[in-house]
């Protein structure tokens, strides 16, 4: 069962930062925040993850709140192509399985 | 680097019948994953393999089987093909078990 909150829905104007919040207020000390997105009609497309320290790769930015209950993605520049559905999944280390909820559908608009 | 690549992209089967979806992963990955994506379920986890053997399985019927051969690939198999079959058969690669999956672009079942 997916352990996350994320908010159904979201807008934003192409080329200003994208901020998609997550909640995970049960997250355990072991599990790692993982983001992905898949684009209509594609695959499912690794973003990033993180324990407890801020991370970024050349995608988005992942903050995680210092008690880990809850944590932001960053799409600093959105683009028309960053148009997707966005899972946050929380993950133990070393299990085998990525248990996606329902995500949010971002949608950038010109 | 070639991604995951599934075939076939597109199929349709009745009712009763079985189909066997096959998945090629990244050069050098030995973890295979199979997930099932429909509209009212989302993405659901089918089984992991690694080196040739299943180390996890989802909550899906003895209908879907899998298997992964000595070279990485992995074959799932569904029997009896019911309506409720019908969804995008996701396949996944990775390294090791890190949690970074490599998905390719899914087989389309339809049962008609």
């Known amino acids: 069962d997916a352990k996350t909150t994320q908010p159904p829905s979201m807008d934003c104007a192409e080329g200003r930062a994208a901020n998609l919040p997550c909640n995970h207020s049960t997250i355990s000390g072991n599990e790692y925040v993982y983001w992905y997105r898949q684009i209509h009609s594609q695959g499912p497309q690794y973003i990033i993850h993180?324990?407890?320290n801020n991370e970024t790769n050349e995608m988005a930015s992942l903050i995680i709140t210092e008690d880990r209950k809850s944590s932001t993605l960053i799409l600093p520049h959105a683009t028309l192509r960053d148009t997707a559905v966005y899972y946050c999944i929380v993950r133990v280390a070393g299990d085998y399985k990525l248990s996606f909820g329902a995500g949010t559908t971002v949608t950038v608009r010109a | 680097k070639a991604g995951v690549t599934q075939t076939p992209r597109y199929l349709i089967k009745t009712r009763g019948q079985q189909v066997t979806l096959s998945c090629s992963p990244i050069?050098?990955?030995?973890?295979v994953s199979w997930y099932q994506q429909t509209p009212g379920q989302g993405l659901q986890f089918l089984f992991e393999y690694f080196s040739e053997t299943q180390r996890n399985k989802g909550n899906f019927p003895g209908r879907f089987s899998g298997r992964q051969f000595s070279n990485s690939r992995s074959e799932m198999n569904v029997s009896t093909l019911e309506l409720g079959d019908s969804a995008l058969y996701l396949c996944?690669?990775?390294?090791?078990?890190?949690?970074?999956?490599?998905f390719g672009e899914g087989s389309r079942l339809t049962v008609l």
């Open positions: 996944a690669s990775s390294q090791q078990n890190t949690g970074e999956l490599f």
């Open positions: 050069s050098g990955h030995r973890s």
């Open positions: 993180g324990l407890k």
